[in-house]
């Protein structure tokens, strides 16, 4: 049966091997003991009677999930580290890194993922050894992941407001293009109407040196008739 489940998700918290707690629809049979016990997450707090697993499914949670109509549990392991654990750990997390494409730098969230992953690792490892360390980091990460949860929303609410922006500088764009547009046709018309009259003014000007240069022959018409008529009466 066991071959035959869904492997859970591949994480750096370190987990014991899953265990078969019940068939679906009869969990309640499955132990007396809640998967997910209700403790006071507070170093000074901790009482002397309890047991590290306990403790861990309190502050890291067992992951469950159904195959075959059965529900199966995998708690997080209470397995002290050694200095080879954590060398391990630091391998592996680069090479998540690296076959995840996790962004180097901005919000990433599979980079994200991995460090809390990390994180929770070492949570483990502290409180395994020293209970009131593992809970004052655990405490230190809410406090982390509660600061990036606003820097991504602040991150969030920027984008919006960039995306709002640019969409309103595009409508404005077109909107200025198309008054563009309705300029160049105006100008267009200005432009013909400037020569329909540059023409008539031009048609108007031949007219006039024509009728001046008729009026100034006959004129000078005049004055000749007039020359000789003087001549002919002396």
């Known amino acids: 049966a066991a071959a035959a489940m869904a492997a859970p998700p591949e994480s750096l918290l370190r987990y014991c091997t899953p265990v078969l707690v019940s068939r679906r629809g009869d969990r309640a049979s499955a132990g007396s003991q809640p998967l997910k016990g209700t403790l006071p997450l507070t170093p000074g707090s901790i009482p002397s009677s309890q047991q590290p697993q306990e403790l861990l499914n ?26 080879r654990d954590v ?56 406090e ?14 920027s984008v919006a407001f960039g995306v709002r922006k640019a969409l309103q500088a595009e ?15 105006e100008k267009k018309e200005l432009e013909k109407q400037v020569s329909e009259e540059k023409a008539k003014c031009e048609a108007i000007e031949k007219q006039e040196t024509e009728r001046r240069e008729i009026e100034e022959k006959k004129h000078s018409e005049e004055v000749l008739f007039l020359k000789q008529t003087n001549q002919q009466l002396k």
Do not use: M, N
Request: aromatic residues 6%; proline residues 4%; negative net charge.
């Open 171 to 185: 409508q404005g764009k077109a909107h200025l293009e198309e008054r563009i547009a309705e300029l160049e046709e």
């Open 58 to 83: 309190a502050i890291l949670p067992p992951r469950e999930w159904e195959e075959a109509q059965k529900l199966w549990v995998q708690e997080v392991s209470t397995a002290p580290s050694t200095r």
């Open 87 to 142: 060398v391990q750990l630091q391998e592996q997390l680069d090479r998540q890194l690296q076959q995840r494409q996790a962004r180097e730098t901005g919000l990433c969230p599979v980079r994200r993922e991995l460090y809390t992953q990390c994180f929770d690792e070492l949570i483990r490892q502290t409180t395994v050894s020293c209970a009131e360390r593992g809970l004052l980091l655990l405490r230190v990460r809410d």
């Open 144 to 157: 982390l992941q509660l600061t990036l949860a606003a820097y991504q929303a602040l991150y969030e609410s």
